[in-house]
């Protein structure tokens, strides 16, 4: 159990265009869920908490109006890199807290992408 | 300052031989420390986790220990494979950043044959 999808696994797209990311728990519910971001040969770094019908809390630095996140189900996340540039590419990771809190995370395999 | 320090930043060896992965944090108390292997290109992958008061958990080869008074966590992998090369990261949860997960900065194990 306790299984986390992401869709894409990789993307390639435009500079200026946009791009979806979405991540799926799909045996459980995940009232929240968590998304990461992964340069190379560092660890993650958290860009943002969404809970499930509610605004996603943001992390210092991370710009609200470029990386939207919408969590309109139990099961599902989306995080949308708006207007991507070169510097957003990057490997995105999301995670679904399962449990009482948020230590209780699963990590889904990532989204590589690349903005050209 | 990071909290969760790991050493070495990366490490190689030889199939069959053992090795140790090294945590330090600096804040406590904590909710749980897990490791996580982070294959290259995938998501982390729970390995271990232990509370407060546990001393040690293991998972196949893999052995994790847990020095609250030193603040100090290891990971053990015995008997290495070549599908041991990975990341290793140690994940601290700390009560006072509202249980939020503070990630060391890995450790990258390189199994040769």
């Known amino acids: 159990g306790a299984v986390v999808s992401q869709h894409p696994s990789r993307v390639i797209c435009k500079s200026g265009t946009s791009v979806k990311i979405e991540c799926r728990s799909l045996?459980?519910?995940?009232?929240?869920m968590f998304w990461y971001r992964q340069f190379p040969k560092q660890s993650l770094m958290l860009m943002a908490t969404?809970?499930?019908?509610?605004?996603?809390?943001?992390e210092q630095g991370v710009e609200k109006d470029k990386f939207l996140i919408n969590h309109a189900s139990l099961t599902l996340s989306t995080l949308t890199v708006t207007s991507a540039h070169p510097e957003d590419s990057s490997f995105y990771i999301c995670?679904?807290?399962?449990?009482?809190?948020?230590?209780?995370?699963?990590f889904g395999p990532g989204t590589r992408l690349l903005v050209l | 300052k990071n909290q969760v320090e790991q050493s070495p930043q990366s490490l190689i060896i030889l199939e069959g031989k053992n090795c140790t992965l090294q945590?330090?944090?600096?804040?406590?108390?904590?909710?749980?420390l897990r490791w996580y292997k982070q294959d290259t290109g995938r998501g982390p992958v729970s390995l271990t986790i232990m509370t407060f008061s546990e001393n040690t958990k293991s998972n196949g080869r893999y052995t994790a220990t847990l020095d609250a008074d030193t603040k100090q966590s290891s990971l053990h992998i015995t008997a290495s494979q070549l599908s041991d090369s990975a990341s290793y990261i140690c994940?601290?949860?700390?009560?006072?950043?509202?249980?939020?997960?503070?990630f060391g900065g890995g450790t990258r194990v390189l199994v040769k044959p």
């Open positions: 995670s679904a807290g399962r449990g009482a809190g948020k230590e209780t995370q699963y």
């Open positions: 969404s809970n499930e019908g509610s605004k996603a809390t943001y």
């Open positions: 045996d459980f519910q995940a009232t929240t």
């Open positions: 994940v601290v949860t700390f009560k006072a950043a509202g249980n939020k997960l503070t």
């Open positions: 945590c330090n944090y600096t804040v406590s108390p904590f909710s749980n």
